[in-house]
């Protein structure tokens, strides 16, 4: 990858999440409000932890998408969203961004790198609802998950296995 192009993806990257940077700042404020908590655990303060604040907000806003009324409005307060909308949006760029440089052809987050470490492993994410397959899922939930949380959805069956 050339420095131009390293650039141009880089300046794309600030472009896309500049534009929310209240939201970024709340991810970051929510991060550690569940790190605090975790580590504030008896069990966990004895043992190496390693966990990802951002997959369990992943998590949670997926089901934010899932649920109404007043399920839906603790979670887009404990998130830090307004509304629906701003939170899919937020995280559909944000993964969008992350998954893009996380591709082998694509590495723009390798310009950092000493270029003796530039073959090192990518950390990536990946996400995904396992649902019991008795549980009818609306169509508009499903599209939200695929296309704005680049997760996939199974059915699977919790009662025999």
Known sequence: MTLREIEKSSKRRRTI????DESITNLTKVSLIIAKHLFSKQKYKENNVVFSPLSLQVVLSIIAAGSKGPTQQQLLKFLRFESMDHLNSFFSNLLSVMLKEATPSRRPCHYFLEEE???ATVVSITNG???EQTI????SFKQ???SKYKATLS????KNK
């Open 129 to 131: 609802v396992w649902v």
């Open 136 to 139: 009818s899922l609306r169509p």
């Open 117 to 119: 470490d530039q073959d």
């Open 144 to 146: 939200i998950v695929s």
């Open 17 to 20: 999440l500049s534009n929310d």
């Open 155 to 158: 059915s699977v069956d919790f």
